[in-house]
Each structure stands twice: as C-alpha cells, then as structure tokens.
C-alpha cells in the first residue's frame, strides 16, 4: 500500500483544516487507517483510527472532541477533520496503515505516507 497525505499549511488558533490522504496498491478497505502526528523536536504520536468492516474509531485524548476520523472506501481516501486548533496541534501530519483490526501504536503500522506540516499560528 502507498499512501500519500494533503491538505497541510498554516492556519490560525481556532480555525480547522481537513487532511486527506489517498491510498494505492492492495486493497484499502482491508485496513485500518490511522493519523499520527509529530510536532518538532518531539517523537511520533497517535492521533485517530478508523478500524476497517466497523469503521469505528478511536482517538487520543489530545485530540479527542476537536478532531474527526473518516474514511471513503471507494475512494481510497482516508480523511482527518482538524476543528478548534490550537499552536500545540502544530505538527507534521502521517497517515499510516495497518492489517490489524485495532492497532493505536506506531510499531503496529506497516505502511506510511511521506507526512504532511499543519502550523497552527496563536
């Protein structure tokens, strides 16, 4: 599988954002997907997932409330919905898949994509 995540930039304390990531090769809908994220000088961290046949979803309490999970099948795409952010959300982005049913840690993804920068200005 390669993934491939859009929608980074700058944008303002309070406002949102929606990033995108679309998938090829093998078959997406087999999945979970998920949202990592990584802000500077710190390591890599869980964001969001959505389980693949259920579509639930789960979310670390940092972003929890403010940020939304989704994914469209038929498209490929896995989508992460950013609401309310704030300067500590600035981060480079990574959509990542896994062929576990539920997986929230880094070691349990197998597939990457190349990340994308969300800048969050106060």
């Known amino acids: 599988v390669q993934l491939q995540a859009f929608g980074g930039g700058l944008v303002q304390a309070g406002g949102s954002r929606r990033l995108s990531c679309i998938a090829s090769g093998r078959s997406f809908n087999i999945y979970t997907l998920a949202w990592f994220r990584q802000a500077p000088g710190k390591g890599r961290e869980f964001a969001a997932a959505?389980?693949?046949?259920?579509?639930?979803?789960y979310y670390s309490d940092s972003v929890k409330g403010r940020f939304t999970i989704s994914r469209d099948n038929a498209k490929n795409t896995v989508y992460l919905q950013m609401d309310s952010l704030q300067p500590e959300d600035t981060a480079v982005y990574y959509c990542?898949?896994?062929?576990?049913?539920?997986?929230?840690?880094?070691?349990?993804?197998?597939?990457w994509g190349q990340g994308t920068l969300v800048t969050v200005s106060s």
């Open positions: 990542a898949a896994s062929g576990k049913n539920l997986a929230t840690t880094r070691d349990e993804y197998e597939y």
């Open positions: 959505i389980r693949y046949g259920t579509s639930a979803t």
